[in-house]
Nanobody
Framework: QVQLVESGGGLVQAGGSLRLSCAASGRAAAVGWFRQAPGKEREFVAVITWSTSYTNYLDSVKGRFTISKDSAKNTVYLQMNSLKPEDTAVYYC???????????????WGQGTQVTVSS
């Protein structure tokens, strides 16, 4: 089974940037990023497929976040620019067989990395 390890979170001021990494021990058809803020449900952020590089984004991050992959490193990235305080959350990467926006379609999850955006 694929294992995922996230890194790259931290504290940044509003308008700043961070790049999250998700290192995978193997290949999955789709790798997604989700986030969960305190008191809120886990929310889809972005997804990419390994075979076709199909991508999809949450509307509120379009134009600010970019998901990409490095096949040689088996790593998926989430470049986050123009960060806002409302982007503050624990960010998780997840692997699944379909590039959906539903968390229950993903069967392998990383441990999460905290992103905090100060105003």
């Amino acid at each position: 089974q694929v294992q995922l390890v996230e890194s790259g979170g931290g504290l940044v001021q509003a308008g700043g940037s961070l790049r999250l990494s998700c290192a995978a021990s193997g290949r999955a058809a789709a790798v997604g990023w989700f986030r969960q803020a305190p008191g809120k449900e886990r929310e889809f952020v972005a997804v990419i497929t390994w075979s076709t590089s199909y991508t999809n984004y949450l509307d509120s991050v379009k134009g600010r976040f970019t998901i990409s992959k490095d096949s040689a490193k088996n790593t998926v990235y989430l470049q986050m620019n123009s960060l806002k305080p409302e982007d503050t959350a624990v960010y998780y990467c997840a692997a699944g067989s379909l590039p959906t926006t539903r968390a229950y379609n993903y069967n392998v999850w990383g441990q999460g990395t905290q992103v905090t955006v100060s105003s």
